[in-house]
């Protein structure tokens, strides 16, 4: 298990009530390929928080999945993974 963070700007994103994006499209958009508008529609629906440099206690007290974009990232090992 580790610990990430970014290093300089960064933009996230993350929902109060989706545990796992993939999960989600797969069940909506199965056997398609979605247009980025209606991504973009289905992640305004699914109450997704899209914040640049800011957000990151809120989303990691979330509990869900967390999409982190960064041009670096610093990291540190909590615990080994047997």
């Not at 290093?7 to 545990?19: M, T």
């Not at 796992?20 to 629906?45: C, H, K, V, W, Y």
């Not at 928080?49 to 989303?59: H, I, S, Y």
Request: proline share 2%; with cysteine.
């Amino acid at each position: 298990m580790i610990n990430i963070w970014p290093i300089g700007d960064y933009k996230l994103c993350y929902s109060n009530w989706v545990y796992d994006l993939f999960d989600s499209f797969q069940n909506r958009f199965a056997g398609t390929a979605p247009t980025s508008e209606e991504i973009t529609a289905e992640m305004d629906i699914l109450g997704y928080n899209c914040l640049q440099n800011q957000g990151l206690d809120a989303a990691a007290a979330s509990n869900c999945e967390v999409m982190l974009a960064a041009d670096s990232f610093g990291y540190e090992v909590i615990k080994e993974l047997a």
